[in-house]
T-cell receptor, first 110, second 115 residues
Framework: SQELEQSPQSLIVQEGKNLTINCTSSKTLYGLYWYKQKYGEGLIFLMMLQKGGEEKSHEKITAKLDEKKQQSSLHITASQPSHAGIYLCGADIRGGDMRFGAGTRLTVKP | NAGVTQTPKFQVLKTGQSMTLQCAQDMNHEYMSWYRQDPGMGLRLIHYSVGAGITDQGEVPNGYNVSRSTTEDFPLRLLSAAPSQTSVYFC??????????????FGEGSRLTVL
């Protein structure tokens, strides 16, 4: 989707390292979703952010929403091999039309 | 609770053949949608429906038809398959997105190859 740009496209980190994935929108963000996809499988919902400045955490994953910058970041602390996969951000463009970024492929080396 | 069920999981077609990808959900969700996933391009929205009898086009609707005769089902039809439609297709559903946006629940995907 051209509306959502994710960076980096791929990331290789050593186990135990921290990392950040960014999602930038060309339009005002009213809600931002993060999903994880394991290779060849379906999508797993991680978090939803709706308000500017909102920050949510689940286990070692933290997501923040900066409405002014039209950007969200996903931060993983002390990465583990189980974190490997494709991370996708999604946003409602208009009622019913939900778009996704191209995804960030994360590899965690043991 | 089955969630979102897609069939078939794998399909091989020849160019010009038609087929229907089935999607059913048992969560009484108003909203349903179809995405295709291609390498390096993430998920692209094909069609979506905000309720029975209502459908709308997404980002890449050409070559695909949908209908929503019941709340539970949202089939995706390929009328004349083309190699460019080789992809992994995901069906998703959620509660009413126009008034109460929330997470999308995804099916496990259908891998389609068009020769």
């Amino acid at each position: 989707s051209q509306e959502l740009e994710q960076s980096p496209q791929s990331l290789i980190v050593q186990e135990g390292k921290n990392l950040t994935i960014n999602c930038t929108s060309s339009k005002t963000l009213y809600g931002l979703y993060w999903y994880k996809q394991k290779y060849g499988e379906g999508l797993i919902f991680l978090m939803m952010l709706q308000k500017g400045g909102e920050e949510k955490s689940h286990e070692k994953i933290t997501a923040k929403l900066d409405e002014k910058k039209q950007q969200s970041s996903l931060h993983i602390t002390a990465s583990q091999p189980s974190h490997a996969g494709i991370y996708l951000c999604g946003a409602d463009i208009r009622g019913g039309d939900m778009r996704f970024g191209a995804g960030t492929r994360l590899t965690v080396k043991p | 609770n089955a969630g979102v069920t897609q069939t078939p999981k794998f399909q091989v077609l020849k160019t010009g053949q038609s087929m229907t990808l089935q999607c059913a959900q048992d969560m009484n969700h108003e909203y349903m949608s179809w995405y295709r996933q291609d390498p390096g391009m993430g998920l692209r929205l094909i069609h979506y429906s905000v309720g029975a009898g209502i459908t709308d086009q997404g980002e890449v609707p050409n070559g695909y038809n949908v209908s929503r005769s019941t709340t539970e089902d949202f089939p995706l039809r390929l009328l004349s398959a083309a190699p460019s439609q080789t992809s992994v297709y995901f069906c998703a559903s959620s509660w009413d997105r126009t008034t109460n946006a929330g997470e999308l629940f995804f099916g496990e995907g259908s891998r389609l190859t068009v020769l």
